[in-house]
């Protein structure tokens, strides 16, 4: 499985944007898929995930409420809409996603196997 993010860029605090990661294999729900976010000299983090069996999701407590993850399988594709955009959620995003992930494990970057290259996200002021 390849994975590519994309439809960053730059933006106002307070828009929205919308991240793809399409997968050029079959990412049916037999896999976690997670976004990730890498700000300027901090860790890698979780930010959202689709479970692994299904449409059941988690996020990050910094973005519950303002961002949404989705997919459309028949497109091999799953989104970030993010709403209500702030300062600190510039970051680097990367989409990752695992096959055998299990709950317990699902915000922990170095559990997913396949990863995007990741797509710049500036929210300014």
């Known amino acids: 499985v390849q994975l590519q993010a994309s439809g960053g860029g730059l933006v106002q605090a307070g828009g929205s944007l919308r991240l793809s990661c399409a997968a050029s294999g079959r990412i049916s729900n037999n896999y976690a898929v997670g976004w990730f976010r890498q700000a300027p000299g901090k860790e890698r983090e979780f930010v959202a995930a689709f479970k692994r069996g299904g449409g059941s999701t988690l996020y990050a407590d910094s973005v519950k409420g303002r961002f949404t993850i989705s997919r459309d399988n028949a497109k091999n594709t799953v989104y970030l809409q993010m709403n209500s955009l702030k300062l600190e959620d510039t970051a680097v995003y990367y989409c990752?996603?695992?096959?055998?992930?299990?709950?317990?494990?699902?915000?922990?970057?170095?559990?997913?196997?396949?990863w995007g290259q990741g797509t710049l996200v500036t929210v300014s002021s």
């Open positions: 990752a996603a695992d096959r055998n992930i299990i709950l317990s494990q699902i915000t922990r970057k170095s559990e997913y196997d396949y």
